[in-house]
């Protein structure tokens, strides 16, 4: 049996997490961590039995025989007790048994479920952050302590307990009602701390012994103590015993793990917004036995199943294939579907099979295995063919997967009607993962397996030839049966967030546009990362000397806590800041550090290079296509909230070119012989976008007089000529005017700049007055927030903002400020969105060799043959340029290279 002490878990997990809200404000940290660690528990220890505990508000026994018991215990935070109620209907849902009587705590219901549970022979594990649980463990009851936070948990049965406590379970409450406990406010005898306690316990065993034989304490003073607190010491024993005779008989039937009531699960996870939770729903149900009263659910469908398979043989069934699907598709121009491949690089593993799916939810299986080679070739023919109708759409979840995965047999879909992926970012950008299980879950309420569930974990993980037969069947009709399903209500959230615009001429052609930078990759020369990667390993060396020498001694300059030894213990350095483990040496006190010793420079200069080298070099060795002698970046839709595009495997915009070795790197991808590099890059696209937004004449006028933003901004917040601008001065208002985009504070400018706050507010004061209308815009989209709890893009992308209303000063102030700038980065990035949509339609239309390859940040990069490099600039400039229609033009800058070094 789990019985959870559910005050104290709640509470843990409250002070455990960062603050967690809803789309609409609602507090969600305690009971998403508490959830996680109850599902953590199941799947750790399967019990046969599950109860939770929970307190009461109305007073105790305890506190009717001593008034002051918990007195002065600091407030529960309203953040925290707006989230009891909640949880409980959570449980509800999930159909754990809960217990709560008035005038007990929850230690006295575990206690005496615990006693009931034992005479039954049933084994236990309590659960709480409450150590005086600890005096209940034994051989059958264990303590399940969560230390710091809920995932460092300690397990004490009888003997961890006498172990690290120095008392048995049953004497520690003896030790309670010496020492006292000030937590529940319990008095023990003044004076008489822990290792006093522990030697009176050692000598006579219990407080009533040690009262009956006082005469014979050792000490004057502790024997004056002692006699003159006695009845504090048995109150305080008997307040922090735990009660295990309460009046009940629990009916251990009722604790057996139940069913979950599904869509009440489902339900109440949606409206938390506990995504990531849905599959523990699933993993719960797939795992628990009937004997436990949870039937596995094998396959769950609220629509009819007609499943057609091919892998065999025989030319008749793919006749029989073909004419059905010939047939549907003169009526219904939508097919979803999935392939499969063994492994995940997309752009070199054959697909293995295919599973497709029509509106009326047919399936069709073909397992490209069982095939002979002839049959296989005239089934991707008649793929081909059917792919190359203009008028035959098709849907999927992460259609960019397909679309690779099917350029390896030369197939190139066409029409993508809708990827449900893509569509539920719309919806909720916020969520961190879109995995098409908990969609199906959280939408349809019906219950399919993953492929980890399919596959195993860890040791006992199979491969899918391991699998039988029904069961990969069952795995390729999975991922398309709930297609159309999922079509059909995503569509009318989009309908309702009108959001149909930015998917159908933004989100779902750029899919397109991804797969084919991820299929071209980018060349990369691997001899000058072999020489690079030999060049820094000799500086590292050299680096790793001199530090050496500095210190005096070697050690691992890469262990902090060698590291600190050496600075603040040995070099006598003083240590900027401290951390559980010992001194801080991270970037920011490392900075703080640079003038007091040489070594300071030397350990910077390392850790840059060791990166470099590490995440750089060595890793775009391990990860050049051998056969293509390219690096295929994987360019992510769905990750960033204010709508970016993110790369990762490698994430190539985040070189760090503001150093020369960083700079470096960018030598390493070059354009394949007979061709050039072609960059650009728009200028200063989100200040634009805010002049737009804003509408303020004086931003609008300046960009239509093409003036130079930055010395513009600084005549008019310093009040002097145009002509009259200095560096510094045009540096101070750039600083100004990307900090009015992210609505930077009089602090963050004054600290930007290494001036004072009152400085730093002057300025932004002076650039309110000049561009009064970017003051109003800014205040209206903090004030649109705290109504609707978003902020919208130009094209209507959503960011919700759930810290809006927030308590906490920073938590608000970071929201505002996110609320002021989202719009404005939003936009910028539909915009570009856009102009790579335009370039890549533009050089497919024209019959162009170049290719788009990369984006990053606000910076396109093509590749093009030399004779067509003129014409690409062209086509690159007019996409870009007029990619949106705003109050003031789009401007870019272009360069061309033979690396992308050579881009400026």
Do not use: C
């Not at 959830?35 to 009717?64: C, G, I």
């Not at 849907?395 to 390896?408: G, S, T």
Request: zero cysteines.
């Amino acid at each position: 049996m789990i019985i959870i002490d559910g005050n104290s878990l709640l509470n843990r997990a409250f002070y455990a997490l960062p603050p967690l809200k809803t789309k609409d404000g609602r507090h969600t940290n305690a009971i998403y961590g508490f959830l996680t660690m109850t599902f953590r528990m199941l799947e750790e220890h399967d019990p046969s039995y599950l109860a939770v505990a929970f307190d009461l508000k109305k007073p105790t026994f305890r506190h009717k025989e001593y008034k002051d018991y918990k007195a002065g215990r600091k407030k529960m935070p309203p953040e925290l007790r707006q989230q009891i109620e909640p949880l409980k209907d959570i449980l509800d849902a999930l159909n754990v048994y809960r217990i709560e009587i008035e005038g007990f705590e929850a230690d006295d219901i575990i206690g005496t479920v615990v006693t009931q549970g034992e005479e039954q022979g049933i084994e236990t594990l309590v659960v709480t952050g409450d150590k005086d649980a600890l005096q209940l463990a034994s051989q059958t009851t264990k303590i399940v302590f969560t230390k710091r936070g809920i995932s460092n948990i300690e397990i004490y049965d009888a003997d961890k307990v006498k172990e690290e406590t120095g008392v048995s379970p049953k004497t520690f409450i003896d030790l309670k009602g010496l020492m006292g406990d000030s937590s529940d406010n319990i008095p023990g005898i003044p004076g008489v701390g822990e290792k006093t306690a522990l030697k009176l316990l050692q000598e006579f065993g219990s407080v009533e012994n040690l009262i009956a034989n006082m005469d014979q304490i050792s000490g004057e003073k502790l024997r004056e103590k002692v006699e003159k607190n006695q009845e504090k010491a048995v109150l305080s024993k008997r307040l922090a015993t735990i009660v295990r005779t309460m009046p009940m008989d629990i009916d251990f039937s009722k604790l057996k793990r139940r069913k979950i009531h599904r869509e009440e699960a489902v339900a109440a996870f949606k409206d938390y917004e506990f995504h990531s939770l849905m599959k523990k729903i699933r993993e719960d149900e797939d795992s628990a036995g009937e004997e436990d009263g949870i039937k596995a659910l094998k396959e769950v469908s609220n629509t009819s199943r007609d499943l057609w398979v091919l892998q065999v043989k025989e030319d008749k069934n793919f006749k029989q294939l073909q004419k059905g699907i010939n047939e549907y598709l003169k009526t219904s121009k939508e097919l979803g579907i999935f392939s499969f491949t063994k492994g995940e690089a997309l752009t070199k593993d054959d697909i293995l099979a295919l599973s497709m799916v029509t509106k009326e939810n047919k399936l069709y299986v073909i397992d490209l295995q069982a095939l002979d080679s002839e049959l296989k070739e005239a089934f991707w023919q008649w793929f081909r063919d059917l792919t190359n109708k203009e008028d035959v759409g098709f849907v999927a979840h992460n259609m960019k997967k397909e679309i690779l995965h099917l350029k390896n047999h030369s197939i190139n879909l066409n029409y993508v009607v809708f990827d449900t992926m893509i569509a539920e970012y719309l919806i909720n950008p916020n969520k961190s993962g879109y995995d098409l299980e908990d969609l199906v879950l959280e939408y349809t309420g019906a219950n399919i397996k993953s492929k980890e569930t399919f596959l195993g974990k860890g040791k006992k993980q199979v491969s899918f030839t391991d699998l039988e037969e029904s069961e990969f069947v069952s795995y390729l009709t999975d991922r398309v049966q709930y297609l159309f399903s999922l079509k059909e209500l995503m569509e009318e959230k989009i309908e309702e967030y009108d959001l149909k615009e930015l998917q159908e001429t933004v989100e779902v052609p750029l899919i397109e546009v991804l797969a084919g930078m991820e299929y071209q990759g980018i060349l990369a020369d691997r001899e000058l990362l072999l020489e690079l990667q030999e060049k820094y390993e000799e500086k590292i060396d050299k680096l790793t000397k001199t530090i050496y020498n500095l210190a005096g001694e070697s050690f691992n300059i890469n262990s902090p806590k060698q590291l600190g030894n050496i600075l603040f213990d040995k070099l006598d350095l003083p240590p900027i800041k401290k951390t559980k483990t010992g001194y801080s040496t991270n970037v920011e006190v490392l900075e703080k550090l640079k003038d007091k010793h040489e070594i300071i420079e030397k350990i910077l200069e390392y850790r840059q290079i060791t990166k470099l080298k590490n995440t750089y070099i060595d890793g775009l060795l391990k990860i050049i296509n051998p056969s293509t002698k390219r690096i295929h970046s994987h360019f992510m839709q769905t990750v960033a909230s204010t709508g970016r595009i993110s790369s990762t495997e490698p994430n190539l915009q985040n070189i760090p070119i503001r150093l020369e070795m960083g700079r470096q790197l960018r030598k390493v991808f070059v354009a394949k012989e007979g061709a050039s590099f072609i960059a650009a890059d728009y200028s200063q696209i989100e200040l634009r976008v805010l002049a737009h937004m804003s509408g303020d004449e004086n931003l609008i006028n300046a960009f239509l007089r093409d003036e130079d933003i930055h010395t513009r901004t600084a005549a008019e917040i310093f009040d002097v000529d145009f002509n009259e601008v200095t560096s510094q001065m045009r540096s101070n208002a750039k600083a100004v005017n990307f900090g009015i985009v992210y609505g930077i504070s009089d602090y963050g400018l004054s600290e930007n700049l290494g001036i004072s706050r009152k400085k730093a507010q002057k300025y932004i004061d002076n650039y309110f007055k000049k561009y009064p209308k970017v003051k109003s815009y800014m205040d209206s989209t903090v004030a649109f927030a705290k109504e609707k709890g978003y902020v919208t893009t130009l094209l209507n992308r959503r960011r919700y903002l759930p810290d809006i209303h927030a308590r906490n000063f920073n938590l608000r102030s970071f929201a505002e400020r996110t609320a002021m700038n989202t719009p404005i980065q939003g936009s910028a990035a539909d915009i570009i969105k856009i102009a790579m949509i335009q370039v890549y339609k533009k050089l497919e239309e024209q019959n162009m060799e170049a290719n788009l390859l990369l984006q990053v940040h606000d910076e396109l990069i093509v590749e093009a043959p030399e004779k067509e490099v003129d014409q690409v600039k062209e086509i690159i400039r007019s996409s870009m340029e007029e990619a949106m229609e705003l109050k003031v033009h789009l401007k870019i800058d272009m360069s061309q290279g033979k690396s992308w070094y050579d881009l400026k």
